[in-house]
């Protein structure tokens, strides 16, 4: 009995055996169909999308000609955001041409008139060109009658401003006739300065999901003729918009971009200038690290001719009194290699 045990157990297993390597063999055949099959392999994810593409940065700024020598202020006494050192392309490309670039950081007027802006408009008198980037603070009532004064008189101004910080939770409004000094909050705007000549400044930064500089911050702006002229692609990060009215005029465009505070898409003017008066909604393109991007260098190149193109009467803005005064002007010479 034990021995027919033994046997009727292996035969069993024996079986057994059989039985699953038969299904093993089916299940193959119905699992592996699929690999037999016509379809086509997803294609594998192409890693050189993730490369940027590089940009054009082989440029250089351009000294304007002319054989007169200016006199090129940069305020920097409204605790602005720009320093003489991140204007040294500009810088470098007037000093190159023989003018006279001079850094304004506050001071005492000269004689008894301490009335606010004093100081700030008898450095005006002996300049020809006035550079405003990003102030921390505005510009009192006396400061920009002056400025007015100046421009009227032939001297060229550049205001160039930044977004407001996306972190504020206020917005302050500049408003001509403050009668304060440095006391109101400017938010990287030249406001009440830019809306004496019918500019004025946008709240948000522009943007281009699509086509833009390796950085959807980055966008490209274009124009014709005049401080546009051969700019048909310059580079502008993190700009903001610039609205004209009354005789100010677009002169540069970001085509088909969006702004951050509406999420509009549009063409929006960049650049303006009213005369003798140049506003541009960004400061970047001023700077070492972005003034050779692009056609910056062409952009700035025109910038730094408007600024020393004009032909300012000597003198103004006249002082309170009436007399001319100051004629020398102040402020720091800046001094390159």
């Known amino acids: 009995m034990r021995a027919r045990e033994v046997a009727r157990a292996v035969g069993v297993v024996a079986v057994v055996a059989a039985v699953v390597l038969a299904a093993a063999f089916a299940g193959g055949l119905v699992l592996g169909s699929p690999a037999q099959s016509d379809a086509p392999a997803a294609p594998a994810y192409d890693t050189n999308e993730l490369v940027a593409e590089p940009i054009e940065d082989g440029g250089s700024v351009t000294p304007p000609a002319g054989d007169e020598s200016k006199t090129v202020v940069v305020d920097v006494s409204h605790g602005n955001d720009v320093s003489e050192d991140a204007l040294q392309p500009l810088v470098d490309a007037l000093v190159a041409a023989d003018h006279e670039v001079r850094v304004y950081g506050g001071g005492s007027s000269s004689g008894f008139n301490s009335q606010p802006g004093a100081a700030f408009n008898e450095t005006l008198r002996g300049a020809d060109a006035l550079v405003v980037a990003s102030p921390a603070t505005t510009y009192s009532s006396n400061e920009v009658a002056g400025v007015e004064a100046f421009a009227d008189a032939g001297g060229r101004v550049l205001l160039a401003a930044e ?108 650049a303006a200038r009213n005369g003798n008066v140049l506003a541009v909604g960004d400061t970047d393109f001023l700077t070492s690290s972005a ?23 000597a003198g103004a803005p006249a002082s309170p009194s009436g007399s001319a005064g100051g004629q020398n002007g102040t402020g720091t010479p800046v001094v390159t290699a």
């Open 163 to 270: 977004p407001p910080p996306t972190t504020s939770t206020t917005s302050t409004v500049s408003i001509p006739g403050l009668t304060s000094s440095g006391s109101v909050s400017a938010a990287g705007q030249p406001a009440n300065l830019a809306a004496a000549f019918g500019v004025s400044f946008g709240n948000g930064y522009l943007y281009d999901m699509a086509e833009n500089a390796n950085n959807f911050q980055s966008v490209y702006a274009s124009g014709d003729g005049g401080v546009a002229d051969g700019v048909e692609s310059a580079i502008l990060t993190d700009a903001t918009p610039v609205t004209t009215g009354g005789d100010a005029s677009p002169v540069l465009t970001a085509s088909d971009v969006s702004l951050s505070s509406t999420r509009d898409e549009a063409s929006y003017s960049v």
């Open 291 to 313: 003034a050779t991007e692009g056609d910056n260098d062409v952009l700035l190149s025109n910038v730094a001719a408007f600024l020393v193109t004009g032909d300012k009467e």
